[in-house]
């Protein structure tokens, strides 16, 4: 794969968060002469995992809301490629709070973006999502299907996709982005997710809950992959829309019967049936052939192999007694 044109500074918003953990540590390893500049809140207990180094990688703990608070950094600065990882994720989450997910994925996005233009930013990746931006549409999905959000996560998704595409039209800047399907791996201790959520359980001894009958699917692609798309994308000059998935998709009760058989002995699985939550969508898995035929096949870790890791993580990383 062609080798990516010298990048000196690129500023990573949600550094310090579940994906944006794994990405500074691949891009700190991969272009050992980029700066990396982290823009994250710290609102949980894995970011302080984040690989700070003093001439390396920088963390500033920043709002990307309050415009005031961040665009000094873009002025002493010239960075060349923004990525915002940054969101208040999670359909549920943003039923509950639709003010403070329009907040952090509407005007925080907007913020980053707008000052990305007017600092003369040539690139900026925003972290999207397919499934709660088409909805109910018939999978497997793909990036020119109807819009029809059923949440306001799914709604706020698309305003930042519009957004990029208005800037990249208006603007001359380079914007792409990218919808990931389900992401599972390490560093996702704080998430509220299934796979964090059952695996965390199990290691406390504790009862989850699984939401719904366990028929419906999703693709979940391994962090490790995500983030391999994701540098891909920053060595070539792809733009618009591209959803980085496995094209595979496993129900939730295949998935629970995995991470039962793959926990060591002395963790047991319990949980009980929930009944299904608002918004979310029963049947949702992605078509890759984009991306691929754009990136190279990105993908190379198998559902069984990625879930291993995972709880290897978990069993040395994660405290029963930890508040999350």
Known sequence: FPTMPIIEQILVAGGAGFVGQNLVRELLRRYPNTQITVIDNGNHTTANL?????NRCVWYRRDIRRR???????????FDIVINL???????????????????????NFNLLDLARTNNVQRYLFSSTGGAIIGDGKPPLTEDMEANPLSPYGVSKLVGELYASIFDRCYDMNTCCLRFSNVYGEYSAHKQNLIPMFIKSALEGTQANLFGNGAQERDFIYV?????????????????????????????????????????????????????????????WCDNTKSVSLLGNYVSTSLVEGLRQTIDWYIQHHCPEEAD
């Open 224 to 284: 490790g992959d995500l983030v391999e798309g994701i540098c891909r994308v920053l060595e070539c000059e792809s733009d618009g829309v591209l959803q980085l998935a496995t094209g595979r998709h496993t129900s939730v009760n295949n998935l629970v019967t995995i991470l039962g058989d793959l926990l060591p002995e002395e963790y047991i699985l319990n949980w009980e049936h929930q009944p299904a939550r608002l918004g979310e969508v029963y049947q949702t």
């Open 68 to 78: 005031k608070d961040i665009e000094g950094l873009f002025e002493a600065t010239s």
């Open 50 to 54: 984040l690989p700070v180094e003093a």
């Open 86 to 108: 940054a969101a208040h994720s999670g359909v549920v989450d943003s039923i509950n709070d639709p003010n403070a997910n329009f907040e952090v994925n509407v005007v925080g």
